[in-house]
């Protein structure tokens, strides 16, 4: 990159400051300015993160203590999925971090054994089983696990639920306006171009490199240079959303350290627990209902959850799923919405934005970019974006719901290509999940197997177990009740351990909030 001077950044909210942020940590001799429109409404749901974001903010020095409170931050533990298999069925847990196993070579086993023997335990009790910190999750507890009372790693296994509005003007007023960023409020009605790309902004702001992070609008991206948008409506059937902020009655009672996901009629609800508020929206698709009804869909909801919308502004959002041809072309790098989108289950928006820069920095470390480098990250990136998008895909090929339209359409489609045409691709997503359960009969994917345990589908069973092992049903008992019995005790022992923990409400108040 020594032969990039200047670097223009186009777009402020989360994805403009976080690129910003980026930059300035990373080539702190270049001349970086963020320009943003004053005019330009604010998508604001990115309040829920996922697991990566903690490297991101490690990378940049971000320390908790800096920014919680500024932010009206929570920490995270998990996502919960509730009614997404079936309606009224209760839900089930993806924590973060990595399973811990009895015996490696025994893996998740173990549980489907239990399940065999106890065809009564439910779906929830997979997580509680294989991941120690469900045990602050289910007992809403927290602590820095410095001894490791636990096999629980604070730092690793913890994201972050923050207003983004807020957490994009801490990254412009603590980290990237201290560290020289330039910023300049105006609208972009100008725009030139030459054979390398953009020349020029309002004719008067040129740079070597531009980043388009304008959202969805994708002005230098999609709309100035005309690269070609693939959609993923086909595999993610939700486009708009009704979003809004809603008081707890008793925060102390209230507030937990999870995203909790609700299926509905025509889509699911996302429920956020900040420090002050609650952050809920409504994700559905206008194939299947309107606007309006979906907005009094999501407050009989409400109504049921028991939140007072009185006082509260319902927000509209269209979104477009998918994501361009090419992310990075001539002089411009597409960032967040401007590059593409994936409804926002899983917490994946901020996620897609900070992996989308790193790879950025992977592939300029050159003094010379060439089409090479460009290609590079374009296919990096789209590879990420795509097993992102199938893994959210899984969540809904995977439903057992039937009960409107919507769900029906959903479960009855045919969602990949790989699987009807008998195409062995192993990459992650609907190919890899299928391959790994029929082959090696474990999930190697981070998170599909929690997903699909959830779901029921998992990737071997009790009569696989017996048939290998040449057991019957008499011998089968015999032999693995005691590996049954071992699960129960870890699982017992681990919300023992916490039972006389800080209660999640009492460590967020004493360590960020106890001027309150």
């Known amino acids: 990159m020594k032969n990039v001077k200047k670097i223009i950044v186009l777009g402020g909210g989360s994805a403009g400051w976080m690129t910003a942020s980026t930059l300035i940590k990373e080539y702190p001799d270049k001349e970086i300015t963020l320009i943003e429109s004053p005019n330009t409404p604010i998508v604001g749901v990115g309040e829920s993160t996922i697991g990566g974001i903690k490297y991101w903010t490690t990378y940049l020095g971000i320390d908790d203590n ?80 410095e001894k490791n009372e636990i096999p629980f790693n604070f730092r690793e296994n913890t ?65 100035t240079l005309q690269t070609e948008f693939e959609s993923y409506s086909d595999m993610l059937p939700n486009n708009s959303a009704w979003a809004t902020r809603v008081p707890y009655k008793n925060k102390k009672e209230e507030i937990n350290c999870y995203t909790n996901c609700t299926a509905i009629e025509n889509g699911w609800v996302w429920q956020i627990p900040l420090w002050s508020r609650w952050g809920t929206g409504y994700v559905y698709s206008d194939k299947f209902v309107d606007d309006e009804t979906a907005l009094k869909e999501f407050k009989n909801h409400l109504d049921k959850k028991g939140q007072d919308y009185s006082n509260a502004e319902f927000k509209k959002i269209k979104m477009r799923v998918g994501i361009h041809k090419r992310l990075w072309v001539k002089n411009v790098v597409g960032i967040g919405l401007a590059a593409g989108f994936i409804e926002p289950l899983e917490s994946n928006g ?39 998008a199938e893994f959210v895909a899984m969540h809904y090929a995977m439903s057992n719901r039937d009960d409107t339209e919507y769900w029906k359409a959903n ?16 990459q992650d997503g609907f190919s890899r999940a299928a ?82």
């Open 411 to 426: 479960t009855n489609k045919v969602w990949d290509k790989g699987l009807p045409d008998l195409v062995p691709v192993l």
């Open 159 to 223: 994201a972050y639920h923050f207003d983004a509005t807020k957490f994009g003007l801490f990254l412009k007023e603590r980290y990237c306006l201290p560290r020289g960023v330039k910023h300049i409020v105006e609208d972009i009605k100008t725009i030139e171009c030459n054979d390398d790309g953009i020349e020029s902004l309002n004719k008067k702001y040129k740079a070597d490199l531009y980043f388009d992070c304008t959202g969805f609008k994708s002005l230098l991206l999609g709309e």
């Open 350 to 388: 901020l996620f897609s934005v900070h992996e989308f820069i790193m790879r950025f920095i992977r592939n300029a470390q050159r003094d010379i970019i060439t089409q090479w480098d460009r290609d590079n990250f374009t296919f990096q990136c789209k590879k990420f974006f795509r097993n992102f």
């Open 66 to 145: 800096e920014f919680f409170k500024y932010t009206d931050a929570t920490y995270k533990l998990s996502i919960r999925f509730e009614d997404f298999y079936k309606k009224g069925d209760g839900g089930f847990h993806y924590p973060f971090g990595e399973p811990v196993f009895i015996n490696k070579a025994d893996g998740y086993n173990e549980w489907i054994i239990k399940k065999h023997i106890y065809p009564e335990t439910h779906r929830s009790d997979f997580a509680d089983c294989f991941y120690p910190q469900m045990a602050l999750v289910n007992n809403k507890k927290l602590f820095d696990n």
């Open 435 to 516: 391959a790994d359960r029929d082959f090696v009969h474990r999930f190697n994917d981070g998170g599909l197997h929690c997903i699909a345990f959830g779901m029921e589908w998992y990737p071997t069973e009790a009569t696989n177990v017996k048939y290998y092992q040449g057991l019957d049903d008499n011998e089968f008992k015999k032999q693995l009740i005691s590996r049954v019995i071992a699960l129960n005790h870890r699982k017992k022992d681990w919300n023992l351990t916490v039972q006389d923990k800080t209660s999640f409400y009492d460590y967020h108040k004493n360590r960020f909030y106890n001027d309150n």
